[in-house]
């Protein structure tokens, strides 16, 4: 099990990784996620100003995104509790297909890169939600990080 942080050293065992003498750094982190629309779905969606009897669509994926990002060590079981400094959850049109991104900041001893991912993956499940009324025949796709700074590695280039 060499290379894995959250099993104890036979690999037997899940665990917390022990953060405390990890230096506090700014930590930042950039995910995608991506939902696409049946053509006509989408065209009858941005004909509505994404608007349907649930409410604002976008506006409220975005709000279960950022939510998401602040509950992801109640749903990851592993992950740290992190005071979060800063997030957005941006949702671009393109097309047929939501491109969701999640953006995350935080000055602490471990990283965000679950909190984006964690905020854009709720983001598109509420966009589902949302419209499921009009169609079950949408695709939540390539949720992926992009970016991430300010730990031991960084990743793609800046995250902000």
């Known amino acids: 099990m060499a290379g894995l942080t959250h099993v104890d050293a036979k690999g037997e065992r899940p ?3 022990e953060i405390g003498d990890k230096t506090v750094t700014r930590r930042e982190a950039h995910a995608q996620a991506r939902l696409v629309f049946p ?3 989408a065209r009858s969606l941005a004909e509505a ?3 349907t ?3 604002a669509v976008l506006t409220v994926a975005q709000l279960a995104g950022i939510t998401g990002t602040k509950a992801t ?3 990851i079981p592993l992950c740290h509790p992190l005071p979060l400094t800063g997030c957005t959850v941006d949702i671009a049109i393109e097309g047929d297909e939501a491109v969701i991104d999640c953006r995350v900041k935080c000055e602490g001893r471990t ?3 679950m909190e984006a991912l964690t905020g854009a993956s709720i983001a598109a499940l509420t966009l589902y939600d ?3 009324a009009l169609t079950h025949d ?3 796709r390539e949720v992926r990080l992009l970016g991430k700074t300010g730990g031991k590695r960084d990743f793609g280039g800046a995250a902000g």
């Open 130 to 132: 949302m419209c499921k």
């Open 138 to 140: 949408m695709v939540i």
């Open 15 to 17: 665990r917390m990784v």
């Open 39 to 41: 053509p006509d779905v």
């Open 111 to 113: 990283g965000v890169e």
């Open 49 to 51: 100003g994404y608007m």
């Open 73 to 75: 060590s109640q749903l």
């Open 53 to 55: 009897r649930k409410g």
